[in-house]
């Protein structure tokens, strides 16, 4: 009775019960488990088509009577109109991000072709321009970049194999740095604006919880999960937008540098494929 007592006084589990008991968080949950609930209804009509074929059911659905009162719940539910809404926007964001990826492919391999014939200094300050404009777009990933930097830096005259894996690594993570040190400074300058904090959300409970973990100093998990894991743009832009400590964050992004180091690897072996 006491834990449920502060329970129900605590102002975080009042926000914890608020986010679960969302329409929004109900149609993410039933995105995620979506799979699972095509099983559950095929299923139900696998049992329905026994039960006809026993003779003990007079339902006439193409379901069982519970998965069949089950499914009109939802379909009158607010769930559903959030689901349509939440479908199409990702969808058109997910077409966006794949056209975007293919793109950025054909033009890094046709800078590649350009690049390749430089001088190291020229080659180097055209990898980090091209890299860092590449960062700037929202939709670009990181990766491509890092790969692009793993096939020339390694086949210059100049380099061997490892120093030029080696150097590409270095640029990669001044690259990954400067582009989140750019992104901080957007969404620095856009806190200023109140339109910009509204739509940001940040007195929500979720606003308020990513900018508790994100604030603690050094590498705590939670905190190099988001800033590693999370996508550039709004990982970096909201970082901005908190106003939180630059050094701090770029101190949490250092564990990137594994991944950095895969990506320049993939693009540089290529060149021993023969090999």
Not at 37 to 57: H, K
Not at 129 to 136: D, E, R, S
Request: one cysteine or more; a positive charge; charged letters at 10%.
């Amino acid at each position: 009775k006491k834990v449920n007592q502060i329970a129900e006084q605590s102002t975080l589990a009042k926000s914890c019960r608020s986010i679960l008991a969302a329409s929004s968080t109900k149609a993410l949950g039933l995105l995620i488990m979506a799979p699972v609930l095509v099983v559950y209804v095929l299923m139900s009509a696998w049992n329905q088509q026994v039960r006809r074929c026993r003779g003990i059911t007079t339902h006439k659905g193409w379901c069982t009577v519970r998965t069949a009162q089950q499914l009109e719940r939802f379909r009158q539910s607010p769930v559903t109109r959030i689901l349509e809404g939440m479908i199409w926007p990702w969808g058109v964001l997910g077409f966006v991000l794949m056209v975007f990826a293919k793109v950025s492919n054909i033009v890094l391999a046709w800078m590649q072709d350009i690049v390749s014939s430089l001088e190291l200094p020229w080659l180097i300050a055209a990898v980090m321009t091209v890299g860092l404009i590449m960062f700037m777009l929202p939709p670009v990933p990181g990766p491509p970049i890092y790969i692009f930097g793993g096939l020339v830096l390694p086949a210059h005259p100049s380099m061997t194999f490892l120093s030029g894996t080696a150097l590409m690594l270095g640029l990669g993570v001044i690259l990954k740095m400067l582009a989140c040190s750019l992104q901080y400074s957007i969404g620095y300058w856009l806190s200023g604006y109140t339109w910009v904090t509204r739509i940001v959300g940040v007195n929500k409970p979720v606003a308020k919880a990513m900018q508790m973990i994100l604030e603690r100093p050094g590498w705590g998990a939670g905190k190099c999960a988001v800033l590693c894991g999370g996508p550039d743009w709004p990982t970096s832009v909201g970082c901005g937008v908190f106003r939180l400590s630059l050094f701090q964050c770029l101190l949490g992004t250092t564990p990137i540098v594994p991944f950095i180091l895969a990506c320049v690897c993939t693009g540089s072996f290529q060149l021993k494929a023969k090999e």
